[in-house]
């Protein structure tokens, strides 16, 4: 069974900087793409950032030129560093991932999700 595990969300305040970590484990052929997403109350889950297996990435405006996502693939895991935090980034940040299984199957797993709160 695949799984995604989270870290490093928290409380920050406004201009902070943090920075998550999701590491993918379990029976994966290959991982291609992976990302973060993120869902605050009342609203839809948005893609935040996204990078291939060969680090193309792709970032949502409302982020860019503040967080940098980035990946190790000996390790299968990908970050996302955060800074000049604003209090409308505060969500729960979902790591996604796709792989490729051992029966060719290309699947898409997602992390449980981790708290940031940006407030003073």
């Known amino acids: 069974q695949v799984q995604l595990v989270e870290s490093g969300g928290g409380l920050v305040q406004p201009g902070g900087s943090l920075r998550l970590s999701c590491a993918a484990s379990?029976?994966?052929?290959?991982?291609?793409?992976m990302g973060w997403y993120r869902q605050a109350p009342a609203k839809e889950r948005e893609l935040v950032a996204t990078?291939?297996?060969?680090?193309?990435?792709n970032y949502a405006d409302s982020v860019k030129g503040r967080f940098t996502i980035s990946r190790d693939n000996a390790k299968n895991t990908v970050y996302l560093q955060m800074n000049s935090l604003k209090p409308e980034d505060t969500a729960v940040y979902y790591c996604?991932?796709?792989?490729?299984?051992?029966?060719?199957?290309?699947?898409?797993?997602w992390g449980q999700g981790t708290q940031v709160t940006v407030s003073a």
């Open positions: 379990g029976s994966m052929a290959r991982v291609n793409d």
């Open positions: 990078i291939t297996s060969f680090g193309i990435t």
């Open positions: 996604n991932a796709g792989y490729r299984d051992y029966q060719l199957r290309n699947l898409i797993v």
